[in-house]
């Protein structure tokens, strides 16, 4: 796993020591001695984990990580915070500050590496959604990347998942004002209803009597629904070994019994914020990629989509010889609508004529807005003489109701002219598919309008 790891301290024995422990792991390692350095290079290099030590003179590592993640440009970098106190007080501090998490010198060194490649995994998620959304920032989505998302708003869906009652009871009480909290005492039962609801988090006792916690970990890793929750392992002294083994499968934190209140409201904090941080980012970027595809006006998907779509639509019917049709549908005389009544009462009969194309075909079928009047539709295994007759529907579907216009105080005659072809049996392409459609809309018009006519090469 190769990532770049700044390793944060004022003392170069201490700093040289982790930079070999890294690189021995093969990391990349840079290396800051004060506060200020370790927030530069944070700004102005990829970094992918911070390892900060909190003792340092001037500002300290509690004030390097509070300034690291009130900027939105590093706030997605894991922090480590490594330092000699070990007080629960301590702890509590640092993740309120907003670190990932708090070792105590000296550190194990498979368990600084065990989280660090854990963190590193998490950053790459992050990374990749991030990716997503700059390279589509001229469409809207520059603003997720240029914020904090709120996250202390509302409170997190938690489950604990924990067969011992003076166990869950105790985490129910310690938890009761800071999130809405379920209790599954069966692991196979606390395994479907983590699937089944929006969990922010989920926590997994490991005293459990006859069930291996890890194994409830890699399920939930395995599966869609639930690969991207936070887990949180409560795990009990001298666990070290399964806890080891829990980061390497993809748990993201751990506490120790005994639990304190302050640290585990704390770390639940972070799971979350974390997790709504990459929510709202995969959100973002799943409404661009739709906002890149649809027509604004209309809500069907347009032409951009259509040249990628059509293609993979057509490959797959030659390939397992099923037919495939088409229609090209085009508003008659549009331009008479927009010169008499405006472009509002033109954009008011485009919705509708989506509207209407849309409620009589089926969820298979594609249509595309095709060009500012028209409307393509591509229909999987159907052939000519049944395309044509949804054209047909589809064109008395418009012509005998009116258009409302101008919110409903106008109504107008509004008719449409189709053209229709489907894929030839030997040699064809998608283009000549589009353009033996195409001759046949120009047929339609030129025929009066109001009609379909079906491609006569067929």
């Known amino acids: 796993m190769t990532a770049r790891i700044l390793v944060v301290g004022n003392i170069p024995a201490n700093v040289r020591l982790l930079e070999v422990r890294l690189l021995a792991e093969y990391f990349e390692v840079l290396t800051a001695g004060n ?29 390097v990580c509070r300034r690291l993640k009130s900027d939105p440009a590093t706030s997605h970098i894991p922090v480590v915070m490594i330092t000699a106190l070990d007080q629960v007080s301590d702890r509590v501090r640092g993740l309120e500050a907003g670190a990932d ?11 600084l590496m065990t989280r660090v490649k854990s963190l590193v995994r998490l950053k790459t998620l992050t990374d990749e959604l991030r990716l997503r959304a700059s390279t589509t920032r001229n469409i809207g989505i520059e603003e997720p990347l240029s914020r904090n998302f709120a996250s202390a708003d509302t409170t997190p869906k938690v489950l604990l998942i924990d067969e011992r009652k003076s166990s869950f009871e105790r ?41 291996d916690p890890l194994r409830l970990c890699s399920q939930l890793r395995s599966l869609d629904r639930t690969r991207f929750v936070p887990i949180i392992l409560l795990a009990e002294q001298g666990e070290e070994g399964r806890i080891v083994r829990g980061l390497e499968l993809g748990i993201n934190d751990y506490l120790m019994r005994p639990i304190d209140q302050h640290e585990l409201t704390a770390r639940l ?22 906002m890149a595809v649809t027509d604004a006006l209309t809500g069907l998907h347009n032409r951009r989509y259509l040249d990628s779509h059509l293609q993979t639509l057509f490959d797959r019917a030659v390939a397992r010889r099923r037919p495939l049709s088409m229609m090209i549908t085009d508003v008659d005389l549009l331009k008479s609508v927009n010169d008499a009544y405006g472009h509002h009462a033109g954009g008011d009969v485009l919705r509708e004529c989506a509207h209407r194309l849309r409620r009589n075909v089926r969820g298979i079928d594609l249509a ?55 894929v030839l049996k030997g040699t064809d392409t998608v283009a000549a598919l589009i353009k033996r459609a195409d001759v046949a809309l120009y047929r339609a018009k030129n025929g009066g309008r109001n009609r379909v006519v079906v491609c006569l090469d067929q």
């Open 269 to 290: 904090r972070t799971q979350v914020r974390r997790k709504r941080y990459n929510d709202q980012l995969r959100a973002s970027v799943t409404q661009t990629i739709e």
């Open 101 to 111: 998490d708090f070792l105590t010198k000296p550190v194990n060194d498979l368990q």
């Open 368 to 422: 595309c807005v095709y060009g500012v009047d028209e409307f393509v539709v591509v229909m999987p295994d159907t052939n000519i003489k049944v395309a044509a007759k949804v054209a047909e529907h589809i064109r008395a579907e418009i012509a005998q109701m009116p258009f409302e216009i101008e919110q409903g105080s106008k109504a107008i005659e509004v008719t449409v002219s189709v053209g229709v072809s489907s």
């Open 35 to 63: 506060g200020p350095d370790a927030i530069e290079t944070c700004e102005n290099g990829k970094v992918d984990v911070v390892l900060l030590d909190v003792m340092m003179p001037g500002m300290d590592g509690f004030e």
């Open 171 to 211: 985490v129910q009480k310690m938890l009761r004002s800071s999130a809405d909290l379920d209790i599954a005492t069966d692991p196979h039962a606390g395994f479907f209803q983590a699937a089944e609801t929006p969990y922010e988090c989920v926590m997994i006792s490991t005293g459990f009597a006859d069930f």
